[in-house]
């Protein structure tokens, strides 16, 4: 694993287990967010639950590289999914930015990965 791939790796986990954990302790910010993109808060918690195990699986792969690009992967599927959703929704690029800017930070982080491999 390349130094900027690791570097990446904790970014997104630092990121992620913020809005991970915000969604599985239902703070009323997350609250609102769910219900305008309607989605239940159990719903909304679960996802929560795949952000903070795309965490752990992040850390996982400073050790164990492949770990670490399938929850990569993982969290890619995740934000799609978020883009869709906004996109359905009509709304404008300042509500789905976080999830493009993520999607294109975790893309590098799985080209790193794969450079490294080679």
């Not at 996802?47 to 969290?75: D, K, M, S, T």
């Not at 929704?89 to 800017?101: F, N, S």
């Amino acid at each position: 694993m390349t130094l900027a791939a690791a570097i990446l790796a904790v970014l997104l986990a630092l990121v992620f287990l913020a809005l991970g954990t915000a969604k599985i302790l239902a703070l009323q910010p997350m609250r609102e967010l769910a219900a305008e993109a309607g989605f239940s808060v159990a719903a909304y918690r679960r996802i929560g639950l795949l952000e903070v195990a795309a965490v752990i699986g992040l850390l996982v792969g400073l050790f164990q590289p492949l770990i670490g690009a399938l929850a990569g992967a993982g969290l890619l599927l995740l934000l799609a999914g978020a883009i869709v959703v906004h996109l359905r929704k009509g709304d404008g690029p300042r509500k789905y930015a976080l999830a493009v800017v993520c999607g294109l930070l975790v893309a590098t982080y799985l080209v790193l990965q794969l450079l490294a491999a080679q």
